[in-house]
């Protein structure tokens, strides 16, 4: 069938309102129980709260700073920004007052939308200390105690006040075209301050467009999407909000990472935009679980993983008597650990970060095909995806749709095509860095074949150690992280005569390991014990053997607490920020050379 082409996202978006019109749109939890919204009272509220934004002196090209958790508010205000032609910027919960300051003084903005109290309360901070910012709308109930220079407006009194002025917004929708500007996406970066990246609606459609192509053969029709990764990531603005209504499909927005279990069993999500590390802890509980359970249990579920990956490879077909066994755990194995996704995935597409093969064999062995997408923020995001039937694990997938790429004489991956970003925010000489001649320079290092994208390095994270060989240590961290003895791992080594490590254990196993041992439980008192390191050693050995000499860790060192969003140590979608890593740690990782 041929595919949808729009003019913009806010045209897109009221035209499947229209067509959708009483059907179940958007669904939340609220007192313990999920209620849908239709699409025409989704539509409704995106035009009232367009009046209300146009009252408040919103005008085509303002920036609007957009703060909240995944919710239905968060597509109600961003499509809301966009109707009035404004720009929509949206942040990170986890940032800092800070962090919200650099984005109000360096977007300009004039007006932002907050979703919760807590959140208020450290926006405003950064707010007041700011002569940009004018107003802020409150959804949840929030009483300002002092006055600041910033006005506040209660989200449910605006749109109470706002005449129903839907049919105007329709009409507005066609002024806006494919080349405006419809967010400014600041990059969470494993390294420096955000820059912002301006994304304009044809670069998110061209996304929708191939990636519709792409999954075209799994249905197209009454598709689930379950949404927990943050919005206010390129990946899932385009992937978990704008494709959904381009395919006119439901949202159910997840409690939060706690409750993406039960949330899933109660979603049954169709489709789902994920990230490899979710998909790398699910793994070790599946695997945990398992060797709780009885021998013949345990049997036919590793029988299940090597049958299924087997198949999934393709390279030599199964025999007949593998066939009728590989039939018999669908009902017996891969029946019951598909239920527990809600028993309707088609699809997890993996992006964000690189995706080990062995996970994406094991979820798809289970009949929970996982597919390895790329992309950029600076590409709207997506690039290529793995079409589900036909997935090569090892590889990004195929290079969508009225997408051109070409490798670099260095290796380096270029992109062009409407999917590329109109720049960086107010930073003409990185954009001149990143986009030379209409080519994107990803700063990635890969190959094509078959149509198929394989990454083999990131450009600037690659370890050249003091003999000029050249070493990618994403690849050395995942295989690192896959054991069960570790959680998570950073490898160190640039212009040095070896590899060295930084190891995070595993909070289960160390729990476990501490009381085999009669050690302390905390990470912080055991960080220095020559036990706990004996026992990460021979996890290390073991990723050791598989690897090539110039890649094997000679010595490690082990972190005293878990890298994560909150110690800044991680960036919101689960990727090791280096520079702050070292900052912590580099003299110990010094110290082991």
Partial sequence: ??????????????????VNAEKDF????????????SWKSVAEKVGKLATALQNLGVKRGDRVVLVSENRPEWLIADLAIMATGAISVPTYTTYTARDYLHIIDNSRA????IS???????????????????????IDDFKLEQGLNVEVHCWGALLENSE??????????KAIDRDDIACLIYTSGTGGA???????????????????????????????????????????????QFLPIALGAQIWYAEGIEKLASNMEEAAPTIMVVVPRLFEMLRTRLTR???????????????????????????????????????????????????????????????GAPLSPDVGYFFTALGLPLLQGYGQTESGPVVSVNPPGAARMHTVGKILDETTVKIADDGEILIRGELVMKGYWQNDAATEKTIIDNWLHTGDIGKIEDGYLEITDRKKDILVNDKGDN????????????????????????????????????????????????????????????????????????????????????????????????NEQMTPTLKVRRHAVNSVYGGQLEALY
């Avoid at 958007?26 to 919204?37: A, R």
């Avoid at 919760?116 to 409150?138: P, V, Y």
């Fill in 1 to 18: 069938m041929p595919i949808k082409r729009w003019e913009s996202l806010t045209s897109m978006f009221f035209e499947q309102a229209e």
């Fill in 26 to 37: 958007l669904f939340s939890k609220q007192d313990k129980e999920w209620h849908g919204q």
């Fill in 110 to 113: 004039s007006l932002a939308i």
């Fill in 116 to 138: 919760t109290k807590g959140l208020a309360n450290t926006f405003l901070k950064a707010a007041h200390q700011s002569d940009e910012l004018k107003n802020a709308i409150i």
């Fill in 164 to 173: 129903p002025t839907l049919e105007t917004w329709q009409a507005e929708a």
């Fill in 194 to 240: 955000p820059k912002g990246v301006k994304i304009h609606h044809g670069a998110i459609l061209h996304n929708c467009e191939g990636a519709t192509k792409i999954i075209e053969h799994i249905g197209l029709k009454n598709n689930v999407f379950l949404s927990f990764l943050p919005l206010s990531h390129a990946y899932e603005h385009t992937a978990g």
């Fill in 289 to 351: 679980q398992m060797e709780k359970e009885s021998k013949l249990k345990q049997k036919l579920f590793n029988r299940c993983i090597e049958l299924g990956t087997k198949k999934a490879k393709g390279e030599e077909k199964l025999s007949i008597l593998e066939t009728i066994l590989n039939s018999f755990l669908n009902f017996t194995v891969r029946r019951k650990v598909q239920k527990k996704f809600g028993g309707k995935v088609k699809a997890l597409v993996s992006g």
């Fill in 471 to 566: 070493i990618s240590p994403q690849r050395i961290e995942g295989l690192l992280a896959l054991e069960t003895e570790i959680a998570q791992a950073m490898v160190y080594g640039d212009r040095k005569p070896h590899l060295v490590g930084l190891i995070v254990p595993d909070n289960e196993w160390l729990v476990e390991w501490a009381k085999q041992n009669n050690k302390p439980v905390r990470l912080s008192e055991l960080a220095d014990d020559p036990d706990l390191k004996k026992a990460l050693a021979k996890a290390v050995d073991r990723i050791n053997n598989r690897l090539a000499n110039v890649e094997k860790i000679r010595k490690f060192t082990i972190a005293n607490e878990q890298f994560s969003i909150e």
